[in-house]
């Protein structure tokens, strides 16, 4: 019978990709999906460390893990970024983990499930810990990428060089890298050829990209010519990379989406100097100008964190005006979370919990109306959607909108829903929420290109 692995990813969207890559690298030993740990002969937790919270949860996981592994045979990984930063610590807190393995080593991950005597003992057995920067990039080990679904994600870029005062991605990612551009487009043939038909290139700093000579602008172009790929997208910017030529590709490429995830974490320009951002709250604001003066239907994202140290009551309203004057068409807000190792965490003027709670209930109130506001303006509307998940009815079908939004449908029939997925159809909106939009197909008239025409003009 074949082996079976579960993978569990926690965090960001380059963990989703490193997911799916360990399952590439584990499909050629053998392995297929397992639909849950309890049928899994191998379990890896791909962990997020970038707030205290998201850490800890992979303790408790490992603790239910470790139940399971008491009742029978079972390898356990940790992998991702509490991995790298907190191997030893994990070894100690929950010794039945097998092995740890860090978001640059998981090419090895052949060699380390043989290295690995699974057990159901639960504790103190062989166990390895493999966190080390390899001079090797696992890029050059992993087999052919498999699409797995319309909408897959592809990193070109890792780690990052900024610094920001509190954040861990530099040292549990390291310094900036950037793939080669031909190897970058190889894998998005692979990907297209697979059925993706919608690519999101993902970095920690993706618009630092350089490695094509046109820096990431340059890439999207050749992108934009593989046929079959209909939409282009990426994440996560950096207001200082935000540089002309990309900017005007979202101007002159179609098939780059009109949004764009760019954090700014605090309109406080006191703030911002604190968090060594390297640049200040109107540096933002005409970044953003330029990008509406190039496409004036861009949908816009933001990260933002409440509550840093030293943050003042004048320093928060200043974040509340920035958002104001930006209008968001979606954004995540965190409380400050103290990062061991990060500068911000030894700052003596840390603000107090229910400050923090106070603040991020205003700002996400403000984000919430924002957010609605946004979509209420697609009612009446024809939007292209690519379909790319199935519903919670078996008839239901849900995909995107070229902003972002998702879009629920219910099909006649279920046939129908199968029909559809893969597909950019031309959806009448007749219900917004939050979160999502409600729609029907609409009979292909043409109608929904003027409508957005209309949207871009507005
Ligand atoms: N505390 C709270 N939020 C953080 N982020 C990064 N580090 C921290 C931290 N120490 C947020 C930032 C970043 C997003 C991915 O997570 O807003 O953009
Ligand atoms: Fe972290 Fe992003 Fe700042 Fe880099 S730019 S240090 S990843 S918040």
């Known amino acids: 019978m074949a082996k ?12 989703v990709y490193d997911s799916a890559r360990m399952g590439d690298v584990l499909a050629q030993e053998g392995y297929i ?5 309890a049928d899994a002969d191998l379990v890896i937790l791909n962990t997020c460390h970038i707030r205290e919270k998201a850490a800890e949860k992979v303790y408790s996981e490992l603790g239910r893990l470790r139940a399971l592994k008491e009742s029978r045979m079972l390898m356990i990984a940790v992998a991702g970024c509490v991995a790298q930063a907190e191997g030893e610590e994990i070894m100690r807190r929950a010794p039945y983990v097998d092995f740890v393995v860090g978001p640059q080593n998981y090419h090895q991950l052949p060699r380390l499930v043989a290295n690995a005597t699974p057990s159901n003992k639960s504790l103190g057995f062989a166990h390895a810990i493999n966190t080390d920067f390899p001079a090797e990039s696992k890029f050059d080990f992993l087999p052919e990428a498999r699409a797995n679904g319309p909408a897959v994600f592809l990193t070109i870029q890792e780690g990052c060089d900024k610094f920001c005062s509190f954040c861990v991605v530099p040292y549990t990612r390291g310094v900036e890298f950037s793939r080669p551009a031909s190897a970058i487009l190889e894998e998005a043939r692979q990907l297209t050829n697979g059925g993706a038909v919608e690519i999101t290139l ?16 340059g890439l999207i ?11 282009i997208r990426y994440t996560t910017s950096h207001p200082r990379d935000m540089d002309k030529n990309l900017i005007a590709a979202h101007g002159n490429v179609s098939k780059l989406m009109p949004h764009l995830h760019l954090p700014v974490q605090s309109g406080s320009d006191a703030t911002l100097a604190r968090m060594n951002r390297q640049h200040v709250a109107d540096d933002y604001l005409r970044i953003i100008d330029k990008l509406r003066a190039a496409r004036p239907d861009i949908a816009l994202s933001s990260d933002f964190i409440v509550g840093y140290p030293g943050e003042t009551d004048a320093d928060f309203e200043s974040t509340l005006e920035l958002v104001d004057a930006v209008g968001y068409a979606q954004a995540y807000s965190f409380k400050y979370s103290k990062r061991p190792g990060t500068p911000a965490s030894d700052r003596d003027d840390q603000v107090p919990e229910q400050v923090k709670s106070d603040r991020l209930e205003a700002l996400q109130n403000l984000l919430n109306r924002q957010q609605l506001e946004f979509n209420k303006g697609f009612v009446g509307k024809v939007v292209p959607v690519l379909f790319e998940r199935r519903g919670k009815l078996p008839q239901q079908i849900a995909g995107r909108t070229p902003y972002m ?19 950019i159809l031309p959806i009448r909106i007749f219900d917004a929420f939050a979160n999502s939009l409600a729609g029907i197909i609409e009979t292909p008239t043409g109608q929904g290109e003027e409508n957005l025409m209309e949207r871009s003009r507005g």
């Open 405 to 423: 939004q998702a879009v629920h449908v219910d099909c006649e029939n279920t046939d129908m829903a199968d029909h559809y997925f893969g597909k």
């Open 221 to 231: 172009l050749k992108l934009s010519e593989i046929g079959g790929l209909d939409r």
């Open 4 to 15: 079976k692995v579960f993978i569990k990813s926690y965090g960001c969207q380059m963990n």
């Open 202 to 217: 993902l970095g920690q700093n993706v618009n630092a990209y350089h490695g094509d000579d046109g820096g990431l602008a």
């Open 33 to 37: 999906a397992a639909d849950a740990p």
